[in-house]
C-alpha cells in the first residue's frame, strides 16, 4: 500500500480559503466544502482532513494528522509538542491588550493587580512574567472585546487583525505580545517516507511563495 501523508486544515474559517488555495497553486487537487470531513488527493499521496482549527494541534501531536496548517497563536497556545516546518504568510494577526478608550496608559505596569480577560491564558500569562507584572487572567472562550464593559475585567488580551472590533467596543490597542500567521506544522516522529512526501510539498510551497515574491 502507497503511503498517504495526512494533512488536517480548518473545515471553515479565517485560515481555510488560503489554505485550500495555496494546495490548489501547488497543484495538489482535492475536494472540499461538501460537508466531507475528510478527502484523499486525486494526484498527491495525501489525505486530507477538514476540522476546528482549535484541534489540530493536538491531532498533529498524536499522530491522528501528520501535518497541519494553524495559526501560530493556537499552535502555541495548545503547547502540544509539535514542529512548525513552515511559515505560510496568510491568516496574520497580533495579540494584543487593550483597554476602554478613556483609560489613560503609561507603560505595561498600569496592569498591576487588574482583571485582564483573554481566551489565550498561556501567552498572556509568559508575556506578564516576562514583564514582571502581576494581574489577573480571566480565560473566557468568546466574545472577550465585552469584558470591560460589563465590569469582568480592566483589560482584554485578544486577537487583532485591523482594529475595528476593538474601536466598535470602545477599546485601543496599548500593548502587542506576539505576532501570528499561518504555520505548517508537524508530527514529530514522520517515518522516512513520509518524511519524503513532506519534502515534496515544502518544494512546490517555497516556489509558490518564491513566484509571489
Ligand atoms: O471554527 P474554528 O474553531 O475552526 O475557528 P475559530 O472561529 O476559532 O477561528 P477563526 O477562523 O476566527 O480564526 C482562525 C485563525 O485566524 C486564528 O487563530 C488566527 O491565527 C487567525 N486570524 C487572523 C484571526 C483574525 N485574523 C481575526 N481578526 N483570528 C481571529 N480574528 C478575530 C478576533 O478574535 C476579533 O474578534 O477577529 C476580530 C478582530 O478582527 P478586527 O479585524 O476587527 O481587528
Ligand atoms: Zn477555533
Known sequence: MTTLIRIALQKSGRLSEDSYQLFKECGIRFDYGTGKLKSVSSNFPAEFLFLRDDDIPGYVEDGVADLGIVGENVAVESARSVQTVHRLGFSKCRLSIAIPRSESWSSIS???????????????????????????IHEISGSVEIAPSIGLAEAVCDIVSSGSTLLSNGLKEVETIFRSEAILVANNTLNDEQQVILEKLLFRIKAVQAAKN
Request: hydrophobic share 35%; aromatic share 8%; net charge neutral.
Open 110 to 136: 498600569d496592569l498591576h493587580g487588574k482583571n485582564i480577560a483573554t481566551s489565550y491564558p498561556r501567552l498572556l500569562g509568559n508575556y506578564l512574567a516576562e514583564q514582571g507584572v502581576q494581574a489577573n
